[in-house]
């Protein structure tokens, strides 16, 4: 021994094997905090690995060759409107999420990609999901316990199929029912929109990761619910293809102060990014004028530094990231070439350095990323705010688990479309229905009464889940699983004697009564407009021309039918108000439903006493199409029914606020009540919004006294 250690020399110290922990970087390291493990992975990405985190693509563009996500180095794709796996069922959502999230984890860092879609009334690009109410509705309900729980819904099944961001909600204020998107939003008053914010806690949740959860998107930031009415886009419209003719008020002017801008528009997002903590942030398409500095020098949303950055991210703190809408720098006006509608060097700089972090750039992700590259080689764009994007972006990955587990198991597809789901859905359309008029107290009606139904809103359920529902402009006809009105009253009233006519063509004597079920055809943004084009590569009933004013075949048939019952109900399905004309006083009953979605028994519901009508108008119901655009606070105020309105039936209890509101619409009813009647009741629901419940009760009582 002692000869081997004369040979050997001096023992010298082995360190021992290093242990996983310590081999592992620490951003994969689930144990160290979120903070440490995005520093360490942004100090090893190169500028490349940066900038392909900051693309999202459409995955139609990947599905042919998904390897492209790994040498494009995406960091994000995305579903549209209509854009579904060949297999559209749950498992199938799965399959190609994971299949693409398996080509994320090949690149060098094995950063996981994050999916993103559009369920903004329920996951309505899968076959078999509930479709609930548009937020128009919702915000008819006045119950934001209720709009959590659709939310937490929505989130379970859109979490199920594999996918863990919703590009909802749409917090937007509509003040112009001529907006094809107003039924994304929940109404004209800030205060309102505000409360349904809550939405975005029953997506989220109070932290990313929680089982069933998603990351939410708060949208369209900001102002997309004010742009002006262009009558001269609408009067140049007349004549032409459809191809060629422009929106009227989509993606317009925001001509505004910056006061106003504020109280409106901005107002709804306050308690989404503070109290919900809300991830992500969708700019709007629209652009804004600020009238301090004269009009006629307006700001695109997505280039809009003062809002995105200055505001949004300073002075309102949030911490998330933000998502442009598709294509939506496009739209950036670019002076050196003002015709071109695709990208250039100078709208990528200029949205960057705005504020957007991630760009959807659904077909043509390289050209983005190209341009990108050399903005920052050219020092014409930060890169320190390269950094402070992908920071962000990384930071919501990490909070979303994604590292840990990238990839969506099939435990729960069970949630899409569940008994508990739809009857969530049922609950939601039930209250959503807002009672305009009750003569007599024609509803509820009776359970065994001779019913003749009529109009081609009564039994499509594609009309009644409207737009962005299994496609970008939704579709009518027998698109998905659920029921129609009609289904729903067959159910609701077994007894009843049930006679259906479309178009009023059978014989209606006999008949107790007539439920005529009226309104629009799917449409969303853009070609909704009223003014606007028309859907040419839509189903045929939806190319017809948008319009605040019953539709004449749907008129006809409200004639027909009101002229021949003794008592005649008339439900509106549509996604804004539509005026009726009555002038002989036929209708007894008039109800604006909304647009319900999966669940049509909901409306049966209350037509026949199951639950009582308790809805409330989210926005103002003109008396004609030309008083348009009508807001609760303007000051000449006179619609047909105001902000607020609604009739109950059932129970006469209630807090006070409510039973006082049953006193002021019982005095107008009977022709009792003061000539500023619909000015009084819109404030003072007003008032209630925003908790000054004794300025309420004293302007209902002006009413009633």
């Known amino acids: 021994m002692a000869a081997v250690a004369a040979v050997a020399g001096p023992l010298v110290a082995v360190p021992a094997a290093p242990s996983a922990a310590e081999t592992t970087p620490v951003y994969l390291n689930a144990r160290m905090p979120v903070e440490r493990r995005v520093a360490d992975l942004l100090g090893r990405m190169t500028l490349e690995e940066k900038i392909g985190q900051m693309t999202q693509a459409e995955r139609a563009a990947v599905t042919d060759d998904p390897t492209k996500v790994a040498t494009q180095r995406l960091g994000s794709l995305l579903s549209g409107g209509g854009s579904v796996p060949a297999d559209n069922t749950p498992a199938g959502w799965v399959k190609m999420v994971n299949t693409f999230q398996e080509q994320a984890l090949q690149t060098r860092l094995k950063i996981p990609l994050i999916y993103g879609i559009d369920a903004v009334h329920g996951h309505g690009n899968v076959h078999g999901a509930t479709i609930f109410p548009h937020n128009v509705g919702l915000g008819a309900t006045r119950d934001p316990r209720l709009v959590e729980r659709i939310g937490r819904a929505t989130a379970e099944e859109v979490r199920a199929t594999g996918i863990p961001w919703n590009f909802s909600p749409c917090l937007c204020v509509s003040r112009d029912e001529r907006w094809g998107r107003s039924y994304e939003s929940f109404g004209e008053d800030p205060a309102l929109v505000s409360r349904m914010s809550v939405i975005a806690d029953g997506l989220q949740g109070g932290r990313l990761g929680r089982d069933g959860r998603v990351l939410a998107t708060v949208k369209h930031f900001a102002g997309d619910g004010g742009t002006r009415y262009d009558a001269s886009v609408a009067e140049a419209n007349e004549g032409k293809p459809w191809w060629e003719q422009k929106y009227t008020i989509d993606q317009g002017v925001t001509v505004t102060s910056r006061a106003d801008f504020y109280r409106l528009h901005v107002a709804p997002y306050l308690p989404a990014l503070k109290a919900h903590r809300v991830g992500s942030v969708m700019p709007s398409f629209s652009s804004v004028d600020w009238t301090e500095d004269g009009v006629g020098n307006p700001i695109k949303m997505h280039a809009n530094r003062e809002l995105l950055t200055d505001l949004l991210k300073g002075r309102l703190g949030f911490k998330g990231f933000v998502i442009s809408d598709w294509e939506g720098i496009h739209q950036i006006p670019d002076p050196d070439e003002p015709d071109n509608t695709g990208l250039t060097a100078h709208k990528v700089r200029t949205a960057v350095n705005a504020g957007i972090d991630m760009f959807m750039q659904p077909n043509n992700a390289p050209q983005f990323q190209q341009l990108l590259l050399a903005e920052v080689q050219a020092g014409r764009v930060p890169q320190a705010r390269i950094d402070d994007a992908v920071r ?31 009857a969530l859905g049922r609950e939601a359309v039930a209250k959503s229905q807002v009672l305009l008029k009750n003569t007599g107290g024609t509803l509820p009606l009776d359970s065994d009464a001779s019913v003749y139904v009529a109009g081609r809103n009564a039994d499509d359920i594609g009309n009644q889940a409207g737009g962005w529902t299994m496609t970008w402009q939704g579709e009518s006809g027998d698109i998905i699983p659920g029921t129609t009105i009609l ?44 003014g606007g084009p028309e859907c040419g590569w839509c189903s045929t009933p939806q190319q017809e021309q948008k319009s605040l004013t019953l539709q004449p075949a749907d008129q006809a048939v409200v004639d027909k039918v009101c002229a021949a019952v003794d008592k005649c109900v008339v439900l509106v399905v549509s996604g804004r108000p539509q005026i009726v004309a009555d002038p002989h006083g036929r209708i007894d009953a008039l109800v604006a439903s909304w647009l319900p979605g999966s669940e049509g028994a909901g409306v049966a519901d209350v037509l026949f006493g199951r639950r009582p009508f308790t809805g409330r108008l989210p926005v103002s119901w003109p008396a004609t199409a030309d008083q348009v655009p009508i807001n609760v606070g303007d000051a000449d105020y006179r619609p047909q029914y105001p902000f607020g309105w609604g009739l109950r039936t059932g129970t ?22 003061p000539a500023d009647w619909a000015r009084l009741i819109a404030d003072a629901d007003h008032a209630l919004l925003t908790g000054d419940r004794n300025r309420a009760l004293k302007l209902l009582a002006q009413v009633s006294r």
């Open 487 to 530: 289904e729903g009253i067959r159910e609701v009233a077994p007894k009843a004697k049930i006679t259906y006519s479309q178009d009023a063509s059978a014989p209606v004597e006999g008949a107790d009564v007539g439920v005529v079920v009226v309104g629009e055809t799917p449409y969303a943004e853009g070609y909704g407009d009223v």
């Open 392 to 422: 962000r972006i990384l930071t919501a990955k990490f909070q979303l688990g994604l590292f840990e587990r990238p990839y969506a198991t099939l435990d729960d597809v069970g949630q899409v479309g569940s008994a508990a789901h739809r």
């Open 652 to 673: 006469r209890h209630g807090d006070a606020a409510t039973r006082a509101l049953d006193k002021a619409q019982a005095a107008v009813i009977a022709g009792r009540a």
